[in-house]
């Protein structure tokens, strides 16, 4: 099995799934500070923006947990 086949089956397995879903968490910091920024400049787009990216964050990290529920219940020794 050459290196990208391993790396494309660790994003699958479950320790490729947490390292996703805590990325994800990271990310919600900078869109954190991008709504505190919009607010504080009162800059309408800025805000929007960051709404947008904060409800693609949120549909991602669903995606993964979702993801993430399947292969636990796919495993055979979890019952």
């Known amino acids: 099995m050459s290196k990208i086949e391993k790396a494309k089956g660790f994003k ?3 320790p490729g799934l947490w390292l996703s879903i ?6 919600a910091i900078s869109i954190a500070k991008d709504v505190r920024s919009a607010r504080a ?8 923006n ?15 947990v979702r993801e993430l529920r399947q292969l636990a219940s796919d495993d055979v020794l979890l019952g």
């Open 12 to 14: 699958h397995s479950k």
């Open 50 to 64: 960051a709404l947008v990216g904060a409800a693609a964050l949120i549909t991602g990290t669903a995606l993964l």
């Open 22 to 27: 805590g990325t994800s968490a990271f990310g």
């Open 41 to 48: 400049d009162s800059d309408t787009l800025k805000l929007v």
